[in-house]
């Protein structure tokens, strides 16, 4: 792959550009592995066992989290998918057009929206997920077991501290100030 490193050749050269910067060196390795992880995993499953479905990652999580959760709200279901509310609607949209998904009002808040796959959505998540697990395997496979639960346990801690203490020290870092707008990354024209 043109202009694509390893994941040695990334750390030797951080390594190198860090030098002697004091920094806390075996933290950075974590989260710049669980980022790659992510990323390398991702990527995998979404050309191996997902495209040939019509699925995306993130239309895969969300048909997931409602086959798991069963009539799940949608603001769980961003929650839990790790997307805003609005990349949702058009998440949701999409796999509702394809029949695989519908969407009913809450039956005491007429505010909420529920989610719920259909027996078609129910039979590609019965037909998909086999197969996505053998690739969760197939990605672990230079792991044991115990180090698969080691690592799982490992990574849930991580996810603990930022569920549980990332907004007091979101807070403390800006001084109680609202986070600034994102930004695309693009320069504005103006």
């Known amino acids: 792959m043109p202009g694509h490193r390893s994941i040695t050749e990334a750390e030797k050269l951080a390594e190198a ?3 002697d910067v004091r920094i806390h060196r075996e933290q950075m ?3 710049a592995n669980i980022y790659r992880a992510a990323a390398a995993v991702r990527q995998h499953l979404e050309n191996s066992v997902l495209r040939e479905s019509g699925l ?6 969300v048909l997931w989290v409602v086959w798991i959760w069963g009539e799940p709200e949608t603001r769980h279901v961003a929650e839990e998918a790790g997307i805003s509310k609005g990349t949702l ?7 509702e057009s ?11 808040d007429g505010r909420l929206v529920l989610l719920m796959l259909t027996p078609q959505g129910e039979e590609l998540m019965e037909r998909v997920f086999p197969r996505f697990n053998e690739e969760e395997a197939f990605v ?9 639960r ?16 990332g907004e007091e020290r979101r807070l403390s870092l800006l001084d109680g100030a609202p986070p600034p707008p994102r930004r695309s990354g693009r320069r504005s024209h103006g």
Do not use: I, K, N
Request: with cysteine.
């Open 17 to 19: 550009r860090l030098g």
């Open 89 to 95: 609607t058009g998440v949701a949209r999409t796999l």
């Open 29 to 31: 390795a974590a989260v």
């Open 140 to 148: 672990t496979s230079r792991l044991s077991a115990a180090e698969c």
């Open 150 to 165: 080691t690592l799982a346990e490992g990574l849930r801690r991580v996810v603990l501290q930022v569920e549980e203490e």
């Open 98 to 108: 394809r029949g695989l998904l519908r969407r009913a009002d809450h039956p005491t």
């Open 56 to 61: 995306t990652w993130t239309a895969f999580v």
